[in-house]
């Protein structure tokens, strides 16, 4: 079992940079696909990034390519999301999840993930 908690959000201007930590705990985590969802106000929770346990493939939304960076470390129970060029439409609550049978693939679809932390707000002002 794992349990996630995200931290890193907060208000910035369209243009700027922000990066979200997810911190996890539980033995299996170095084991797990690693993705980052989100959910603007009366919108479907979408998928944003994934990768893998190993780091070898990632997996990126088309709204964020270029501009979003998924990573991991796992020696410290941690997924990152780097975030450049924020826009306006970035603005949502942002969820870290855990896939335990996505060890080789980053799925981007909700289903697949069966663990999710609390979420973490990030308005980017126009």
């Known amino acids: 079992q794992v349990q996630l908690v995200e931290s890193g959000g907060g208000l910035v201007q369209a243009g700027g940079s922000l990066t979200l930590s997810c911190a996890a705990s539980?033995?299996?985590?170095?084991?797990?696909?690693m993705g980052w969802f989100r959910q603007a106000p009366g919108k479907e929770r979408a998928f944003v990034a994934a990768?893998?346990?190993?780091?070898?493939?990632?997996n990126y939304a088309d709204s964020v390519k270029g501009r979003f960076t998924i990573s991991r470390d796992n020696a410290k129970n941690t997924v990152y999301l780097q975030m450049n060029n924020l826009k306006p439409e970035d603005t949502a609550v942002y969820y870290c999840?855990?896939?335990?049978?996505?060890?080789?693939?980053?799925?981007?679809?909700?289903?697949?993930?069966?663990?999710w932390g609390q979420g973490t707000q990030v308005t980017v002002s126009s």
């Open positions: 999840a855990a896939d335990a049978s996505g060890g080789y693939y980053p799925s981007p679809l909700r289903n697949k993930y069966e663990k």
């Open positions: 539980g033995r299996t985590f170095s084991n797990y696909a």
């Open positions: 990768i893998t346990w190993s780091s070898r493939s990632t």
